[in-house]
């Protein structure tokens, strides 16, 4: 359900920015908790009917009659009530969601099992969204529940669905039984060894900055556009059709010049700094459009920042535990650091009456992540190097000659459904140390002869450094090479997004063969 209409919903039984976004967000004190429970609940559960599905299914299902149930309870207490729940439910189906794909497809076609059953999620997203358009009227709350209330049954419909078809792969036993033995791990013992890697503590402080940012506007930012732009649910949710791929494309395809034109330090200060600029100036909107000019303006640099970036905080992800339980701790701090802010935001504006103040945050916190990137030490880049747009170009290459030998049907949506689960495919785990690696080690050719990290604090490194006397950039930074117990991950020694076979399967004869149709 998209936060617009929801923002939009709680509005007319609370007037005040705080208790709005109390209402939004009270999930969130929560669900920083939710996630890495109920990752590591559905990694050790074994029903008859798998350990994924009865989440997903009692979630849905869940998530469903509290949807409903906005429509029908009266007064601001009830409705908080059932938004947490249904926020809830909504935490623990995200997380077995994106965890049951391979295990039900195989990794070596996860993504596009993903990419299908996000085409079926668009499609219902769509059909509420048309409803919003067609239907709402923001002088009478009497239209305001027919979308609810048929997003309530398709939800409940996928439910009763998802319990009766899914079924995990016969061969990802081998993979639930590593979750819950050798893999098992104390989640105090993870954290620390992710924050003691290269650049560590600098890129979480800033990636949690700028996820305190985002939320501290989310849903205040609505009451801006309705409340002082004059902009209801139908013009808002147009903005958000008129922002969503459109702006993600045109992201991507001038964030790749932009990575090239500019350095990496020059961007990984430079984009926050002018992230922090758009919003300032958000600051004198007069009209809804000017904020989506905003976000076309500031789309290129943000696809550029996580290009150059991206092999950075994939070395981030977690090592230990099944694929529920890395997400979830994954996750779980950018729920609780994204609600901080939106209460101070909140505060802010119900005290001075002031909705434009709420921009300040994001400002702020830019300049913030700008300023702490100062300190990251990027790898020098070398002739060897991952080139992430490459990989990612070559890949897609592989992709196209797989689907022209199938159908684009067969190729991009049938595929998923098709060939058989190895139990190496079925273990979802993998998923995570492939994305880890899927871009190689930044930090792997910068080891010193001794094997040591460089740790002398300084500017940060670029090409213009003296070199030593072979003729080689100084050591930075060498990061942890190999996860512990994976011997094989090697990153930029496999090929297309670190796997050698067509269409991304797994790499050579330790897993399952021919993959065109994955």
């Not at 939800?155 to 098992?184: F, K, M, N, S, Y």
Request: net charge negative.
């Amino acid at each position: 359900m998209s936060g617009v209409l929801i923002t939009l919903f709680v509005q007319q039984r609370a007037s005040g920015a705080l208790a709005v976004t109390f209402a939004l967000t009270a999930n969130r004190l929560l669900s920083w908790l939710t996630y890495p429970i109920a990752g590591r609940l559905s990694d050790r559960t074994t029903t008859r009917v798998g350990r994924r599905t009865p989440y997903m299914a009692a979630s849905l299902i869940v998530m469903g009659l509290a949807t409903w149930m906005f429509t029908v309870v009266q007064g601001y207490w009830l409705l908080v009530l059932f938004i947490v729940i249904a926020r809830q439910a909504a935490a623990v189906f995200t997380l077995t969601n994106v965890a049951v794909v391979p295990e039900v497809f195989g990794r070596s076609r996860w993504l596009k099992a993903l990419l299908l059953t996000t085409v079926l999620g668009t499609m219902a997203s769509l059909i509420i969204k048309a409803t919003v358009i067609t239907s709402w009227k923001q002088s009478d709350p009497s239209t305001w529940n027919l979308p609810f209330q048929i997003a309530a049954i398709i939800l409940v419909v996928v439910g009763l669905t998802i319990l009766v078809l899914v079924r995990e792969a016969p061969a990802a036993a081998g993979g639930a039984e590593a979750d819950r033995t050798r893999r098992a791990r104390p989640t105090a013992d993870e954290l620390r060894d992710i924050l003691s890697g290269p650049n560590a503590k600098v890129l979480v402080t800033g990636s949690l900055l700028f996820w305190a940012g985002i939320g501290s506007t989310a849903y205040v930012a609505v009451l801006f556009f309705q409340r002082v732009l004059h902009a209801g649910a139908s013009a808002q949710t147009i903005a958000g059709l008129a922002t969503g791929l459109p702006v993600f494309l045109l992201g991507l395809a001038l964030g790749v010049p932009l990575s090239r034109w500019l350095t990496p330090m020059q961007l990984a200060i430079g984009a926050p700094f002018l992230g922090a600029v758009l919003a300032g100036v958000q600051y004198f909107d007069t009209h809804l459009w000017q904020a989506v000019i905003l976000s076309y303006i500031g789309a290129p640099f943000i696809g550029a920042y996580l290009i150059v970036m991206a092999p950075l905080l994939l070395q981030l992800l977690p090592r230990a535990g099944g694929l529920g339980e890395r997400l979830g701790v994954l996750l779980s701090p950018f729920n609780l650091v994204s609600v901080i802010l939106a209460y101070i935001a909140a505060v802010t504006v119900d005290a001075t009456g002031n909705y434009r103040l709420i921009w300040l945050f994001p400002a702020v916190t830019g300049l913030a992540h700008g300023i702490v990137n100062c300190w990251l030490r990027y790898p020098q880049k070398r002739s060897t190097s991952p080139d992430m747009v490459k990989r990612l170009w070559e890949w897609s290459v592989v992709q196209a000659e797989s689907m022209a030998e199938t159908g684009i049907v067969t190729g991009l949506l049938a595929a998923p459904l098709l060939g058989v689960v190895t139990e190496e495919d079925a273990d979802s785990a993998v998923v995570i140390d492939m994305a880890r690696n899927i871009l190689g080690n930044p930090y792997e050719e910068h080891l010193d002869e001794a094997g040591e990290e460089d740790d002398t604090p300084g500017e940060p490194t670029t090409e213009d450094e003296p070199s030593d006397p072979k003729g080689e950039s100084a050591p930075l930074l060498s990061g942890p090479a190999l996860a512990e117990g994976d011997p094989d991950d090697q990153g930029s020694t496999r090929g297309v997004l670190g796997v050698d076979q067509v269409g991304g399967g797994p790499v050579g004869d330790e897993e399952n063969g021919d993959q065109k149709l994955g």
